[in-house]
């Protein structure tokens, strides 16, 4: 099976979120797509997520309509902090039968030469990239990649800050978050 890993904090999961992975799904040939739900990434601060189990709570909520979309907690007990490169070495070793390819935005392709052991994993991954609205450039070395495919998404400019600090504010962001998802925040109070 052919499985496409969306990593993020999902802090919290939301319509965008969704529509790019329906889109890659159903446009693709990727049979499926994880969400990964990553308890700390290298590049953001702890202390403004949720817990782990209440980011994938809502990733469940918000996946469990549809047969092709997974919550992931796969990296709750690696160790951290999360790189890429080990989560892809854990998965290819655990599920030997899929083969993984990454999933990412514009913006990240454009500091993926940062990535820890990127190399490694442009030599045994495909990278499907939807289109973000970002400064800079992605790096020359890139273009033309066999292994990176640029997928003609929706460009969703919608993030889980905006929705956070929304929320914070006391706005109205029901709209953009699946209905259960939306329901599960407001009955615990996330983000006041």
Not at 87 to 99: A, I, Q, V
Not at 148 to 176: C, D, Q, V, W
Not at 179 to 186: I, T
């Given at each position: 099976?052919k499985i496409?890993l969306?990593?993020g904090?999902?802090?919290?999961?939301?319509?965008?979120?969704?529509?790019?992975?329906?889109?890659?799904?159903?446009?693709?040939?990727?049979?499926?797509?994880?969400?990964?739900?990553?308890?700390?990434?290298?590049?953001?601060?702890?202390?403004?997520?949720?817990?782990?189990?209440?980011?994938?709570?809502?990733?469940?909520?918000?996946?469990?309509?549809?047969?092709?979309?997974?919550?992931?907690?796969?990296?709750?007990?690696?160790?951290?902090?999360?790189?890429?490169?080990?989560t892809?070495?854990?998965?290819?070793?655990?599920?030997?039968e899929?083969?993984?390819?990454?999933?990412?935005?514009?913006?990240?392709?454009?500091?993926?030469?940062k990535?820890?052991n990127?190399?490694?994993?442009?030599?045994?991954?495909?990278?499907?990239?939807?289109?973000?609205i970002s400064?800079?450039?992605?790096?020359?070395?890139?273009?033309?990649?066999?292994?990176?495919?640029?997928?003609?998404?929706?460009?969703?400019?919608?993030?889980?800050?905006?929705?956070?600090?929304?929320?914070?504010?006391?706005?109205?962001?029901?709209?953009?978050?699946?209905?259960?998802?939306?329901?599960?925040?407001?009955?615990?109070?996330?983000?006041?």
């Amino acid at each position: 099976m052919k499985i496409g890993l969306y990593f993020g904090t999902f802090n919290p999961i939301h319509i965008g979120h969704l529509t790019i992975a329906n889109h890659l799904q159903q446009h693709s040939d990727l049979d499926q797509v994880w969400f990964v739900v990553t308890p700390l990434s290298p590049f953001k601060k702890k202390s403004s997520l949720l817990n782990n189990n209440q980011r994938l709570e809502m990733v469940y909520r918000a996946t469990k309509d549809y047969d092709y979309l997974r919550p992931s907690d796969i990296e709750f007990n690696l160790k951290q902090p999360n790189y890429t490169i080990d989560t892809l070495t854990y998965l290819g070793e655990k599920f030997s039968e899929h083969t993984f390819s990454l999933i990412m935005g514009e913006d990240n392709l454009k500091s993926f030469h940062k990535w820890k052991n990127y190399e490694l994993i442009l030599e045994n991954h495909n990278i499907f990239v939807y289109p973000r609205i970002s400064k800079g450039q992605v790096e020359t070395r890139f273009d033309g990649h066999k292994k990176i495919h640029y997928i003609s998404a929706p460009i969703m400019e919608l993030s889980s800050t905006f929705i956070r600090k929304s929320i914070n504010e006391g706005k109205n962001i029901r709209p953009m978050l699946p209905e259960n998802v939306w329901e599960y925040l407001d009955e615990m109070n996330f983000y006041k």
